[in-house]
């Protein structure tokens, strides 16, 4: 409760009234001005449910098939392009914390305003040394807008990641989910629990479904995954 109060404080103090942040027209309701909004890069309609990798017919794709990931939903609209990658880019490297409020509100455009049916939103955790370095977990300042916007409870100390996983850029989808395999800790046991879990950008999904796959270990029931952009795979 109190996380989600602070998140609309600092909605309403920060982001209300700030010029655009992609051409600066002032006065934006959040952030970036509705053309700039409407300009933003978007998922093509035709795409895997699963992992919203572009399919003809928005059926599964192969890698679904094959290997279902372990969330069970992935809510996602944009594209990872421009301008939206700068975006994200200025916000978690230039330390730009300014920009979660317009970011978040990105992420929950689709959310429901009330969703009784998830019990915990929670941040993609960072390994402590990235933490340090960064200052900050983008995917934290998400999450929070997105728990704010669902009325939903936010836990940001539920779950750990052990270890750096190597940068995953340069692996091919199966290096990439051996990779994250034992990346996650989780605390305690979630039985019967729904849980939202939130990250800023997803390209195969390995990340989201290693710690999907860690929390129903822990008796999760369901596991949905949010995330404000999906990367266009370069590797399937
Ligand atoms: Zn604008
Ligand atoms: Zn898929």
């Not at 109190?2 to 009234?17: A, Q, T, W």
């Not at 969330?71 to 301008?83: C, E, G, I, K, T």
């Not at 955790?125 to 939903?152: C, D, I, V």
């Not at 034992?182 to 999904?205: E, M, P």
């Amino acid at each position: 409760m109190l996380s989600n109060l602070f998140g609309r404080l600092i909605d309403n103090r920060l982001f209300f009234n700030q010029p655009c942040l992609l051409c600066g027209t002032p006065g934006t309701h959040h952030g970036l001005c509705p053309p700039c909004h409407a300009s933003l890069p978007r998922l093509p309609a035709e795409r895997c449910p699963h992992c919203a990798e572009p399919v003809a017919a928005g059926s599964l794709c192969g890698a679904c098939q094959r290997h279902p990931p372990a969330f069970d939903a992935l809510h996602v609209s944009y594209r990872f392009d421009y301008p939206l990658d700068g975006l994200i880019h200025a916000f978690k490297y230039g330390k730009r914390l300014e920009m979660a409020g317009a970011l978040g509100r990105l992420l929950a455009e689709k959310a429901p305003l009330s969703a009784p049916a998830i019990d915990l939103i929670v941040p993609v955790p960072l390994a402590k040394e990235r933490l340090a370095a960064r200052g900050f977990n983008q995917s934290h300042e998400l999450a929070q807008a997105l728990a704010a916007t669902m009325q939903a409870r936010f836990d940001a100390n539920l779950c750990w990641r052990k270890y750096n996983t190597r940068s995953q850029t340069t692996l091919d989808r199966a290096e990439r989910h051996r990779n994250m395999k034992h990346a996650f800790g989780v605390k305690r046991c979630l039985d019967g629990l729904c849980i939202a879990i939130v990250d800023d950008v997803a390209t195969s999904g390995a990340t989201l479904s290693a710690l999907a796959a860690t929390l129903k270990k822990q008796g999760a029931k369901r596991v949905e995954a949010w995330v404000l952009a999906r990367a266009i795979s370069l590797k399937t």
